[in-house]
């Protein structure tokens, strides 16, 4: 499939070193640098990109009409969404085939936002989820949920 990439972090990261080995043509890599980068920087995502001859992005002001026909450009089947921080909206959402997917660290819809595996934990939850959704426009972590997986938390 022809993919946008929207991510950051060690989890976005190897998600895209996923999509590329199992052979997707990624059309675009978007990630943004901040502070809290569990081991990923924006330069590990650009060097990824460059390895692979792919148009790299960092900024998270994706949703302007500048990228909205950029992405439409690309024809790409599906973005997708590892550790992107931002919402992302119309139009954007429709600049792909299928939509955006995006890949969230916790059981929807009982855990939204961006700390939601660590408070599976704080509150004592004994399995952590995974959920694989469709984006909606303006809202956090909704959207029909294609896939979940859970692991066991455990004191280690």
């Known amino acids: 499939m022809k993919v946008i990439f929207l991510g950051t972090r060690k989890m976005g990261y190897e998600g895209l070193k996923a999509l590329l080995d199992r052979g997707h043509e990624v059309k675009a890599v978007v990630t943004e640098d ?14 990824v990109a460059k390895r692979w001859e792919i148009p790299f992005f960092q900024t998270d002001r994706i949703n302007n009409e500048a990228f909205a026909q950029l992405f439409r450009s690309l024809e790409a089947d599906i973005g997708v969404s590892l ?12 600049t792909t085939r299928y939509g ?6 916790s059981a929807l819809p009982k ?3 961006f700390a939601a595996t ?9 399995e952590v ?8 426009d303006g809202v956090a972590d909704n959207g029909d949920i294609l896939l979940q997986r859970y692991l ?5």
């Open 152 to 156: 066991p938390i455990d004191e280690t």
């Open 34 to 47: 901040y502070e809290i980068t569990e081991g990923c920087t924006a330069a590990d995502f650009e060097a």
């Open 100 to 105: 955006f997917l995006n890949f969230h660290a």
């Open 111 to 113: 855990y939204r936002g």
């Open 129 to 136: 989820g995974l959920t694989v959704h469709f984006m909606d």
């Open 118 to 126: 660590s408070y599976a934990i704080l509150l004592g939850d004994r």
């Open 83 to 94: 550790y992107w921080r931002r919402l992302v909206l119309e139009p954007i959402l429709s």
